[in-house]
């Protein structure tokens, strides 16, 4: 079983700064991708970033954002310590909405997860 627990989240108002972390536990063979997603009340949950490990070892992460969040969030993550991390600058009451870290990779080289945490708020407002 893999754990992920979320935090950083808050009350900050128009333009303010945050940064969320996710950390991933438990008995992991491999994490392949790790993201951001978001559900304000009333709406679907949405994707914000996702990162994932690149298609080859050698390479790069690969990273995805919504178009919302282009240019004002940023996600990267810590490999050593199972841990994604999505800072958010110029945020927008918009932004305003519950954050769930997901985490997918395998538990071993036949079995595959797929994580949710349980979220954490972030509010912005004046």
């Known amino acids: 079983q893999v754990q992920v627990v979320e935090s950083g989240g808050g009350l900050v108002q128009p333009g303010g700064s945050l940064r969320l972390s996710c950390a991933a536990s438990?008995?992991?063979?491999?994490?392949?991708?790790m993201g951001w997603y978001r559900q304000a009340p009333g709406k679907q949950r949405e994707l914000v970033a996702t990162?994932?490990?690149?298609?080859?070892?050698?390479?790069?992460?690969?990273?995805n954002y919504a178009d919302s969040v282009k240019g004002r969030f940023t996600i990267a993550r810590d490999n050593a310590k199972n841990t994604v991390y999505l800072q958010m600058v110029n945020l927008k009451p918009e932004d305003t909405a519950v954050y769930y870290c997901?985490?997918?990779?395998?538990?071993?080289?036949?079995?595959?997860?797929?994580?949710w945490g349980q979220g954490t708020q972030v509010t912005v407002s004046a």
């Open positions: 997901n985490v997918g990779g395998r538990l071993t080289t036949l079995s595959a997860f797929d994580s």
């Open positions: 438990g008995i992991i063979f491999r994490i392949n991708a």
């Open positions: 990162i994932t490990s690149g298609a080859r070892i050698t390479s790069g992460a690969i990273t």
